[in-house]
């Protein structure tokens, strides 16, 4: 019987390999944001490259596997945009779906479903990411994008608040000359709609 516990060694070093990697990821993350708040109204310089949304969203989507599971979350993706390359910025692009999905994971309670459309309109690249979360009141919504506001999310305490996340994302949005737009409704949810420019 001793094949056996060479086995399970072999899996638990292979699954803190991936903890390990995601944890270097995730700080490389918090770095390319934090600089970029500190670059505050500087130009990000973007490298721009023709970018397959479908591919990063199906990867950053892979990435986030482990949290979606804590929540028993599952992410229904219709991309069913023709035309799904934009020019981007891979990094700053993958960081921004990336904090909108990890947004929606955080605040959400058990049995989340997240839902990623795209499609394309004349001009527009449209990427649609809602869920069926806590949501946000109002006066939430209308300071969002505000640098470091954070939501008062009563006596959620594990939560570190939206904070830097989404000032990034709104930087990232318009340094790619997109548009975004958020609905929410307190207790039932949210969705961020993103539109960015095809030649």
Known sequence: G????????????????????????????????????????????LNLQPIDVHQLIHSTVENLQLQLEGKNGT????????????????????NLIFN???NAIKYSRENLEVRITTTNTRKYLV????????????????RIFEKFYRAHTGNVHNVKGFGLGLSYVKAIVDAHKGRIRVESILGKGSRFTLEFPQE
């Open 127 to 142: 990427i649609s990411i809602s869920d069926n979360g806590i949501g946000m009141s109002r006066d939430t919504v209308s």
């Open 2 to 45: 001793n094949e056996r516990v060479m086995d399970n060694k072999d899996k638990i070093r292979y699954f803190s390999g991936i903890i390990k990697e995601e944890n270097k990821r995730m700080n490389k993350q918090v770095e390319s944001i934090l600089n970029s708040a500190l670059m505050e109204k500087e130009e990000l310089t």
């Open 75 to 94: 992410v229904d993706l219709q991309l069913n945009a023709i035309q799904p390359i934009i020019k981007a910025d891979e990094v700053h692009f993958s």
């Open 100 to 102: 909108l999905l990890d």
